[in-house]
């Protein structure tokens, strides 16, 4: 995956209670020891989190107090962690480590299997963008042919799930079919956003 850019803006600090709002997210990377270089402050000694909010994918680093054992890839629930948090500061995909960029692509593929019902619904209601464009061809692999094979078999009846998608449309891994839309998007440089926020 491609960064494009060198440096970033300063991400943007939330209070405790913005807590709630991210929900539950998968951590990317961990520096148990933190990871300022200067060590001016001290919380930079307290160890962080990077990680991606499940539904909306979005980027965080979380300051953390000292004493809670994280592991990378692990699924966490920010509302629940309450006075572990100090700090919560969203970041951009510019701003990931080498190591957190490189796991994001298996992290993805997890964010959707476990939202499936989502995806699904996408499938099922996706609609034209245009007169020449339809949200469906927006994801990798999708023509014109496979395009009208997604239409005719959900006219027939809505897609139950990935399993169902693929047993009456013949298309294999829809969940690769998403993650890749989804990295794309976050990479930026696409017109249309149609599953991940432009931060501002």
Not at 96 to 118: F, N, Q, W
Not at 168 to 173: A, E, L
Request: proline share 4%; no cysteine; hydrophobic share 35%.
């Amino acid at each position: 995956m491609k960064r494009q850019g060198e440096g970033s803006k300063k991400g943007k600090r939330f209070p405790p209670k913005y807590k709630r709002g991210i929900g539950k997210v998968l951590v990317l990377d961990y520096y148990p020891q933190g990871k300022s270089l200067s060590r001016k402050s001290a919380e930079a000694f307290n160890p962080l989190a990077v990680v991606i909010s499940i539904d909306q994918m979005q980027f965080f680093d979380i300051i953390l107090a000292r004493g809670k054992d994280i592991q990378v890839s692990e699924s966490l629930n920010v509302s629940e962690l309450k006075s572990t948090i100090l700090k919560i500061n969203r970041i951009g995909f510019n701003e990931l480590s080498d190591s957190a960029v490189d796991i994001l692509p298996e992290m993805i593929k997890k964010i959707v299997s476990l939202t499936e019902s989502r995806f699904t619904n996408f499938l099922n209601n996706a609609r034209p963008l245009t007169t020449q464009m339809h949200q469906l061809q927006l994801l990798p692999g999708i023509g014109n042919k496979r395009l009208w094979q997604i239409i005719e078999a959900r006219r027939k009846k809505p897609f139950e799930g990935f399993i169902d998608f693929t047993d009456r449309t013949g298309i294999s891994d829809p969940i690769g079919l998403f993650s890749n839309r989804i990295l794309q998007e976050i990479e930026g440089g696409e017109k249309y956003q149609i599953f991940i926020k432009k931060q501002k």
